[in-house]
């Protein structure tokens, strides 16, 4: 059952987080383009962030997907120093190489990368839009460092540290409970 938070101190609730996960397979990124991903700290903080402030375009058909990034000016520096883990080394992106671009807008930035595979790959596993990202049960299971490196993404994107306590909203109801749950 879906609570209101404000309703929980009104009644016998109890919350039970797992804490063991049986191993799930990671399922690879790999596309028709040959284009790929390799698995790390840093990937995973940047998918973090994207399901904090992320956006997916598809184009059905002629590829060219792109996954974009949103940052308020104030995090433009860190956040585009955080993208630089795999930079293109030729013209032209090659294997696992993402190639950002930045493009400033009237309050934020947006960074943006062309990776057919890569964009396929974040809409089928951690769906699109703000009410419809999650996280697949397969990340539960991933090692710690990568776990940390989502959670630490997805916090500096839609969380709040203060020297108490660390908070992180969304609208996406299933995204909270998988937060939720990656915390646990």
């Known amino acids: 059952t879906w609570i209101v938070?404000?309703?929980?101190?009104r009644q016998p609730t109890r919350w039970?987080?797992?804490v063991n996960v049986a191993a799930i397979p990671i399922p690879p990124v790999s596309g028709a383009n040959r284009r790929s991903a390799t698995f790390s700290r840093e990937f995973w903080w940047m998918i973090g962030r994207w399901l904090a402030d992320g956006v997916v375009r598809l184009r059905q058909g002629n590829g060219h997907n792109e996954i974009g990034i949103c940052c308020g000016k104030h995090k433009v520096e860190e956040l585009e120093a955080r993208l630089n883990f795999a930079p293109r080394t030729s013209k032209n992106a090659s294997g696992d190489e993402m190639h950002w671009r930045k493009r400033e807008m009237r309050t934020?930035?947006?960074?943006?990368c062309g990776h057919d595979s890569l964009a396929a790959w974040i809409?089928?596993?951690f769906g699109k839009g703000a009410h419809g990202k999650t996280i697949p049960a397969w990340v539960l299971s991933m090692p710690r460092?990568?776990?940390?490196?989502l959670l630490e993404g997805y916090v500096s994107g839609d969380g709040h540290r203060?020297?108490?306590?660390?908070?992180?909203?969304s609208v996406s109801k299933s995204l909270a409970i998988?937060?939720?749950l990656l915390v646990g």
């Open 145 to 149: 460092e990568w776990r940390e490196g």
């Open 5 to 9: 938070a404000g309703d929980l101190t």
């Open 16 to 18: 039970a987080s797992p």
């Open 178 to 180: 998988g937060v939720r």
């Open 162 to 169: 203060d020297d108490r306590a660390t908070s992180v909203t």
């Open 108 to 112: 934020a930035y947006l960074f943006e």
């Open 123 to 125: 809409v089928e596993h």
